[in-house]
């Protein structure tokens, strides 16, 4: 009788180690719920810059790619959002195509200011600012060289990021569910 004991204090002791392993005071644990919380993020990114690129139609500098994510460490959790890196990536050279019509000779002889170049050199993640732009949209522009038009608002963040998210919090609820069953047997 006493060896049935000792095995059932055993098989509990173990049991409350396994779920003292899954407490999220534990800081594997945190680590490995971190690492889920990433994956999802990342779906959902790749979700919302797919739908940032079809509201885009002319997008040669790759605007679509300025969709980031960010997972805290204090707590639990992450976002996904169209604002600025903290790092800015490398500068490219671009030059846009010129639409010269047959006959036609010269094209803009007004001088580049270098705001104007550094912007164009912007790329990809860099450009999230042209998404801020499309997604709330700009007043009607007046210069003195003319008229620059505005850019309807589009709001496509608001609608693609919420329903990503929503996606990403029940795969992570799921990820979790697994990642429990699987450590418990």
Do not use: C, W
């Not at 797919?50 to 040669?60: L, R, S, T, V, Y």
């Not at 997972?71 to 604002?83: A, E, P, Q, T």
């Amino acid at each position: 009788m006493a060896d049935f004991g000792n095995i059932e204090v055993d098989g509990f002791v173990k049991q409350r180690e396994a779920l003292e392993s899954l407490m999220m005071s534990n800081p594997e644990m945190e680590k490995r719920v971190q690492k889920l919380i990433r994956q999802v993020l990342m779906i959902a990114r790749k979700q919302i810059s797919n739908q940032a690129k079809g509201d885009i139609k002319a997008d040669p500098r790759q605007a679509y790619k300025a969709v980031k994510t960010a997972v805290y460490k204090r707590i639990l959790g992450g976002s996904v959002s169209i604002l600025n890196k903290r790092k800015a990536g490398p500068k490219t050279l671009y030059e846009p195509p010129r639409t010269l019509k047959a006959g036609q000779r010269g094209g803009n002889r007004r001088i580049r200011s270098m705001r104007t170049e550094q912007v164009m050199s912007y790329q990809g993640a860099d450009r999230g600012f042209i998404l801020r732009f499309i997604n709330a949209g700009t007043d009607r522009r007046q210069t003195k060289y003319g008229n620059r038009g505005s850019i309807a608002p589009r709001n496509f963040f608001a609608n693609s990021s919420h329903t990503a998210m929503q996606k990403a919090a029940e795969q992570l609820g799921t990820l979790i569910d697994e990642m429990i069953k699987k450590e418990l047997g």
